[in-house]
């Protein structure tokens, strides 16, 4: 079953049409990326998700309802959840305010406890760092500090916008890591990402965004030697 599916979607920045009817599902349980380059659209792709753009039209199905004119926090109580690009960690406040911050509603309070641990259990370096401000940590730790912050809003569906972006490769392969260890616990994930191969290596199925229209679709390890993917992306 999809926990999302996306239907049609077009989305505007004033006049200027980015998105020209994207369809994509993600089904429950399952690690889906979307794949394409810069300016693609992808991050257009997610704000509209979030319902962080003016214009959109559409659907944005997400456990069987349109959410498409709900308010964003209406969105993440339902349990769609968005670490976005460039991380957004707050600089001045400590690793553990960032993560508090992540619990913002009332379901997510309850259970803020239960997922600190988590979150600490998966990133033990940010437990070392609870009291340090965040804007004192490398990038690859901002990055899991706003992963973690995800998990703190108790994620249906966590949607990842690039969380590989200006990390070292050496932290790249561990973020991807986390990752994978959170889909085997369960959790729905939405990938976006420019590193194609690290990404269908995770992933079960992929979309190919280009100039805002999905180009190809498929199983990751179909997709992996799809000519028009290795066309894309490797110049073969
Ligand atoms: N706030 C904005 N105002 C106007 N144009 C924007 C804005 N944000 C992004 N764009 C444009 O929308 C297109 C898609 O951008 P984006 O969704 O960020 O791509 P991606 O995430 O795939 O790199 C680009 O041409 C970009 O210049
Ligand atoms: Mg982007």
Same mark, same amino acid.
């Given at each position: 079953?999809?926990?999302?599916?996306?239907?049609?979607?077009?989305?505007?920045?004033?006049?200027?049409?980015?998105?020209?009817?994207?369809?994509?599902?993600?089904?429950?349980?399952?690690?889906?990326?979307?794949?394409?380059?810069?300016?693609?659209? +992808?991050?257009?792709? &997610?704000?509209?998700?979030?319902g962080? %753009?003016?214009?959109?039209?559409?659907e944005? #199905? @997400? /456990?069987?309802?349109?959410?498409?004119?709900?308010?964003?926090?209406?969105?993440?109580?339902?349990?769609?959840?968005?670490?976005?690009?460039?991380?957004?960690?707050?600089?001045?406040?400590?690793?553990?305010?960032?993560?508090?911050?992540?619990?913002?509603?009332?379901?997510a309070?309850?259970?803020?406890?239960?997922?600190?641990?988590?979150?600490?259990?998966?990133?033990?370096?940010?437990?070392?760092?609870?009291?340090?401000?965040?804007?004192?940590?490398?990038?690859?730790?901002q990055?899991?500090?706003?992963?973690?912050?995800?998990?703190?809003?108790?994620? +249906?569906?966590?949607? &990842?916008?690039?969380?590989?972006?200006? %990390?070292?490769?050496?932290?790249?392969?561990? #973020? @991807? /890591?986390?990752?994978?260890?959170?889909?085997?616990?369960?959790?729905?994930?939405?990938?976006v990402?420019?590193?194609?191969?690290?990404?269908?290596?995770?992933?079960?199925?992929?979309?190919?965004?280009?100039?805002?229209?999905?180009?190809?679709?498929?199983?990751?390890?179909?997709?992996?030697?799809?000519?028009?993917?290795?066309?894309?992306?490797?110049?073969?």
């Open positions: 079953m999809a926990i999302l599916e996306v239907k049609n979607l077009k989305a505007y920045y004033d006049e200027v049409q980015i998105l020209w009817g994207v369809n994509f599902k993600v089904e429950k349980g399952s690690l889906t990326t979307i794949l394409g380059p810069n300016g693609a659209g +992808k991050t257009t792709t &997610l704000k509209a998700i979030m962080l %753009l003016d214009k959109v039209e559409g944005i #199905i @997400f /456990e069987g309802e349109n959410i498409k004119n709900l308010p964003p926090y209406k969105r993440v109580e339902r349990g769609l959840v968005l670490v976005p690009e460039g991380r957004m960690i707050f600089p001045e406040l400590t690793v553990l305010e960032n993560l508090e911050i992540g619990a913002y509603t009332s379901k309070r309850k259970f803020a406890k239960k997922n600190l641990e988590h979150v600490f259990e998966l990133f033990p370096r940010l437990k070392e760092r609870i009291h340090q401000k965040a804007g004192t940590l490398s990038g690859g730790e990055q899991m500090l706003a992963i973690g912050r995800g998990i703190m809003a108790c994620p +249906k569906l966590l949607i &990842l916008d690039e969380p590989s972006l200006g %990390l070292a490769p050496k932290l790249v392969l561990s #973020i @991807f /890591e986390i990752i994978k260890k959170l889909k085997e616990e369960g959790i729905t994930l939405l990938l990402e420019q590193n194609v191969h690290l990404a269908l290596n995770i992933a079960d199925y992929g979309y190919i965004l280009e100039n805002g229209k999905i180009v190809d679709e498929g199983d990751a390890k179909k997709l992996e030697n799809d000519p028009k993917v290795l066309e894309a992306y490797l110049g073969i």
